[in-house]
């Protein structure tokens, strides 16, 4: 394992803004931009993912690379995804001048990450990120569905949104992110973030959420976007009983009824009661239905 990061190898606030400055660099409220300044924060994020020496790590949205130089001290390889033209133009130097014993051990993808479907070198085992409040989910959901190597995942967002990842059924915030997420991992609260380590600072206070994959997929006749599409249905209307909100989705409230009935869900029940497990019946009911009425 390397050497312990040197102090001036992880960027603090004064550096953060001169290396903006240098780059003519603004964050912008359009991509979610708010640069983490403080390097305890990032130790922190490294330490509470668990982040191993044999790691592969993906990181979404490296920004300045305050996360990155912590993430290339704890792991074998760090692969960063990154939108921004100057930033992705900009963090390889910044790696190579901070780090330069773990220069070859990071690589920049300048891509959207809603559109990665392939990283260079090793398959990730991990992912580490401050997501962009703007598009945390989406671009959750699309990584782990894309990239079934992942295995453990930590991601700092907004605290509703946390909350909403970590929400369990019954809970008012429970809804579409936190049934999705659970398809693939168990989801939990992993720590709460203030505003003054951020640049600027947000008007919200963040939070970390804890991800770790399923170690076997759930078992289901149905496909994941079926499920989806179920999980999907019952909270577009979510104050409607599951028989009304469905009834589009199984082509009348009475289709809808006979698929929760076969799924030993009460037709009376809403989205919000619903586990993820109870979801996948609904789904393979619906289809085993169909298929006997054919």
């Known amino acids: 394992m390397s050497s312990p990061t040197p102090p001036d190898a992880l960027l603090g606030p004064a550096d953060v803004r001169e290396l903006a400055a240098v780059l003519g660099v603004r964050p912008t409220k359009q991509r979610g931009q708010n640069f983490v300044i403080d390097a305890n924060t990032v130790r922190r994020i490294v330490r509470t993912a668990g982040v191993r020496p044999d790691d592969v790590v993906v990181e979404v949205g490296p920004g300045l690379g305050?996360?990155?130089?912590?993430?290339?001290?704890?792991?074998d390889r760090v692969v960063a995804v990154e939108i921004d033209d100057v930033l992705a133009a900009a963090l390889p130097a910044t790696v190579t001048a901070r780090r330069p014993e773990r220069a070859d051990r990071f690589t920049l993808v300048h891509c959207d990450a809603m559109r990665v479907t392939e990283l260079p070198g090793p398959a990730p085992t991990a992912l580490v990120a401050n997501l962009p409040y703007n598009v945390a989910v989406p671009v959750l959901l699309h990584m782990l569905e894309t990239f079934p190597s992942i295995e453990r995942t930590l991601v700092m967002v907004q605290a509703e949104v946390?909350?909403?990842?970590?929400?369990?059924?019954?809970?008012?915030?429970?809804?579409?992110?936190?049934?999705?997420?659970?398809?693939?991992?168990?989801?939990?609260?992993?720590?709460?973030?203030?505003?003054?380590?951020?640049?600027?600072?947000?008007?919200?206070?963040?939070?970390l959420v804890s991800l770790v994959r399923r170690p076997e997929p759930l078992r289901?006749?149905?496909?994941?976007?079926?499920?989806?599409?179920?999980?999907d249905a019952a909270f577009a209307q979510r104050r409607k009983t599951l028989r009304a909100a469905l009834a589009g989705w199984a082509g009348s409230a009475a289709a809808a009824e006979a698929a929760l009935v076969a799924a030993g869900v009460s037709p009376q029940a809403r989205g919000e009661a619903l586990s993820v497990e109870e979801f996948v019946r609904v789904a393979e009911n619906k289809t085993r239905i169909a298929e006997n009425e054919k």
């Not at 305050?66 to 792991?75: D, F, I, K, R, V």
Request: hydrophobic fraction near 45%; charge should be positive.
């Open 162 to 207: 946390a909350d909403r990842l970590a929400a369990g059924p019954g809970s008012r915030v429970y809804g579409v992110p936190s049934v999705k997420a659970n398809w693939y991992a168990e989801v939990k609260r992993a720590g709460s973030i203030g505003r003054n380590v951020f640049w600027p600072a947000p008007n919200v206070d963040s939070g």
């Open 220 to 231: 289901t006749t149905a496909s994941r976007s079926e499920v989806f599409a179920v999980v």
């Open 66 to 75: 305050s996360l990155t130089l912590a993430l290339l001290e704890a792991a």
